[in-house]
C-alpha cells in the first residue's frame, strides 16, 4: 500500500516560517492531487491546500497569500510553504494523498505538530 512520511513542524514565533514535506511511495500506484489538512483542539479537520498532478493549485482563505504548496513528481512528494504564521494556524497537519492503481484511494501521513507563539 501507499506509505507517507511527513516532517518539517516544529515551534515558531508568529512572523516566521515553516516547510511541511510529505513523501509518498508505494508499488504500483499513480499519485494524483496531494494535499494538506489540519485539525486544532476543538476544531474540525479543514482542508488547508491542495495540488494537482498538473500542479494547480487550491487554497483556504485563511492561508491564501501566506502558504505556498507545491509538489515534486519525480520524488512524490508534496510541500507546504508556510510563511507569515499566526497563531492561529496552530494545529496538527496532516498530508492526504489521492493515490490510483485500479480505483483511487485516499491516505493520511501521521501528522506533524505545528505550534505558533505569539
Known amino acids: 500500500q501507499v506509505q507517507l512520511v511527513e516532517s518539517g513542524g516544529g515551534l515558531v514565533q508568529a512572523g516566521g516560517s515553516l516547510r511541511l514535506s510529505c513523501a509518498a511511495s508505494g508499488s504500483g500506484f499513480s499519485f494524483d492531487a496531494m494535499g494538506w489538512y489540519r485539525q486544532a483542539p476543538g476544531k474540525q479537520r479543514e482542508l488547508v491546500a491542495i495540488?494537482?498532478?498538473?500542479?494547480?493549485?487550491k487554497y483556504a482563505d485563511s492561508v491564501k497569500g501566506r502558504f505556498t504548496i507545491s509538489r515534486d513528481n519525480a520524488k512524490n512528494t508534496v510541500y507546504l510553504q508556510m510563511n507569515s504564521l499566526k497563531p492561529e494556524d496552530t494545529a496538527v497537519y496532516y498530508c492526504?494523498?489521492?493515490?490510483?492503481?485500479?480505483?483511487?484511494?485516499?491516505?493520511w501521513g501521521q501528522g506533524t505538530q505545528v505550534t505558533v507563539s505569539s
Open positions: 492526504n494523498v489521492r493515490a490510483r492503481w485500479f480505483l483511487s484511494q485516499n491516505f
Open positions: 495540488i494537482s498532478s498538473d500542479g494547480s493549485p
